[in-house]
Structure formats: C-alpha cells, structure tokens
C-alpha cells in the first residue's frame, strides 16, 4: 500500500464529530455507545507486492491491511462504499481507536508505504513481514 494521504469527508462538518487536532475527530463509536477518535485516509494498494496482487478499492488486501491495523491498534470505523466502488485505484477508509494516541501514530503512514515481503529464511516461523518506508 502506498500513497497514504489524509481524506477529510463531508460528514466530519456534521455536530456528531468534533476536530482534536488537524484530521483527528472525536465522535460515538458506531459499534459501542463510547466516544471514540477518528481520522480517514486514503492509499493506493500495490498490485505488484506481496499479498495485493489481486487487491482493489472495492476489495482491500488482508494482506498487509490486517498488519496495519495490528500494527497501529486501530480498527475500520467506516468503509466509504461509494468511493471505493467509484474509484479504480484508491482506497478510502475510516479508522478508529479508543485511544487518540494510536490515531497520531497511524498518521504518521501519511506519505509512506506498508507492504509485505515474503520470508525467505528456513528458519523464520513467519510467512512475511511488513515494511514501512
């Protein structure tokens, strides 16, 4: 995945969010009555790496997605149907966390990529790792 930028959709000007910080927004969890931190982003999947050969807007690779996910402790809040359907190559996605610090820590992807490479050592228990670069 690469090409992670920030993605402002229309609904955060509604009174159900509240701007934290620049493309941080408080607002209800849609699983839970909890308040929750909110930032959306948008990426290009890597049709050419590891685990996205057959990766879409309208069908986003587990592989790496699920890393990143793990990896940044957030989860999907929304999936922007319309504009992934729409969209031949980015991907638009809402994540969320009940913790603004896991939020800042995912934005720092902005700019960068996340893929997957296979292993190649015998003796390594893991079938791939992730890259951030």
Not at 4 to 24: A, H, L, N, R, W
Not at 53 to 78: A, K
Not at 79 to 85: K, Q, R
């Amino acid at each position: 995945m690469k090409n992670f930028k920030d993605y402002t959709p229309e609904k955060y000007s509604s009174s159900d969010f509240k701007q934290i910080e620049e493309g941080i927004y408080k607002t209800k969890s849609p699983y839970e009555n909890e308040d929750i931190f909110v930032t959306s982003l948008s990426f290009e999947m890597e049709t050419e790496c590891y685990g996205e050969e057959e990766g879409s807007p309208q069908d986003i690779s587990q592989i790496p997605f699920e890393d990143l996910l793990d990896e940044f402790n957030v989860y999907v809040t929304d999936f922007y149907d319309e504009l992934n359907e729409q969209s031949e190559t980015t991907c638009y996605q809402e994540f969320g966390s009940d913790e603004i610090e896991d939020i800042r820590k995912l934005r720092t992807i902005i700019g960068k990529r996340f893929y997957a490479v296979p292993c190649t050592d015998e003796g390594d228990d893991e079938e791939y790792r992730v890259i951030i670069e």
